[in-house]
């Protein structure tokens, strides 16, 4: 029997339940990049499917457990840090650009703005901070950044950017008067948009975003396509 | 900073995570642990084999995260599909297959009334709300579905344990989804 003409598509609701072997879930899922039917029936099903463990009974994960895991990833977020700021300790310099020169002389104000997030936050105990953000005109189509901070920890987000190339990425620096250091990396959505986290933003006089051919770069290769001047 | 880390949407958490923040991932675990931590458990019918693969998996989330993209869903359901992914392959590892309910009830500490948060609460509620949606569903569709997710059982071997034909699991798999589906948007 067929739903809509495609006898795959018997296979979505197992595939939804994790109930195919590894071999016909890599087939099924080849057949569905070319099949809207079937892609249609997965998507539905794999919304069904996420509520499953809700019903369950709640049990409280083990202290111990959390010790532990947390303790894995304090030692290797140390780790990270301590590789990052050894590599930031070249001095700050442009590689020839492979694109015609920027001019930034006419800056397109992003928004002004120190967004609010989170589940019903409130900032109204502090005076909200103006961030005016620089923005590559050449990137320009109705290119907007704003910066959410709340005490050191930051949240960019941004929109109307162009759209990145295979492997491409857009890479976020931090400028404490030493040279960029890397911090995150982030892609665009297909509308243009994209945020990155900024761990840790005290004594940071600029945020930049490049837009690099891969992450394994330890400075920038191109002029910023975003600038955000904290000072 | 803690206390406005934890006022942080998950995807704006997600990105402090990618950036290599361990306290913002500390409240992603804070938040999450419990329902993917209960997931493997029932699973796995066993703390020890459960806490190994949350380990696994929240682990593999620190070091991946640039493996989350929120337009494919919330970070919770991201979760679960890891979680679940991996105790479906421990499950078949082991070939230690069971749709008994989680075997050791003493072992795990079930959250008490008295212990929830007001995030519990709602979960409570909204959890109630989904199992009422799935014991509705037909016993034998209900059971196709409890052997495959919870199980970890292909849809070979359901039928083999069920002595059915391959293509009723797969029919009673899918009309037990729609079934479940329009449960779920009555009670939404």
Known sequence: MTREGCDQVEEAAAFA????????????ERHVMGCETCARELREFRATVEALPVALPQYRAPAAL?????????????????????????????????RPALALGALATGALML??????????????????????PAHLRGARASLARADDVAVLRASGLRPLGAGEVYVVWLDRGEGPVYVSSFNVRPDGSGQAGVPDVAG??????TREASTAVRQPTERPVLTVDLT | MRRRLTL???????????????????????????????????MLGARAA?????????????????????????????????????????????GAHSSRRAGDETAAQNLAAD???????????????????????????LRVIELAYFGGFTHVEIADVLEIPLGTVKGRMRLGLDKLRQNLLEVA
């Open chain 2, 115 to 141: 212990e929830l948060t007001e995030v519990e609460v709602l979960r409570r509620s909204e959890a109630s709300a989904v199992r009422g949606a799935v014991d509705r569903l037909p016993t034998d569709q």
């Open chain 1, 66 to 98: 959390k010790d532990e895991i947390m303790s894995t990833v304090r030692q290797e977020a140390a780790r990270s840090l301590a590789g990052e700021t050894r590599a930031s300790q070249r001095r700050f310099g442009w590689r020839p650009s492979r």
């Open chain 1, 204 to 209: 940071v006089r600029r945020i930049m975003v």
């Open chain 1, 115 to 136: 967004g609010s997030y989170g589940i019903g936050a409130s900032l109204s105990e502090e005076e909200p901070q103006v961030v005016q953000a620089a923005v590559d």
């Open chain 2, 50 to 94: 459960a806490e190994d693969v949350v380990q696994e998996a929240f682990t593999a989330v620190w070091r991946k995260s640039h493996g989350y993209r929120s337009t494919r869903g919330s970070v919770r359901n991201w979760l679960f599909g890891i979680v679940h992914h991996r105790a479906v392959d421990a499950l078949r590892r082991s």
């Open chain 1, 17 to 28: 339940l994790g109930s195919l072997t590894e071999l016909e879930n890599q087939v099924f």
């Open chain 2, 8 to 42: 942080m949407a998950d995807e704006d958490l997600m990105s402090l995570v990618q950036a290599g923040d361990a306290a913002a991932f500390e409240v992603v675990y804070d938040r999450h642990a419990d329902p993917v931590y209960s997931l493997a458990y029932r």
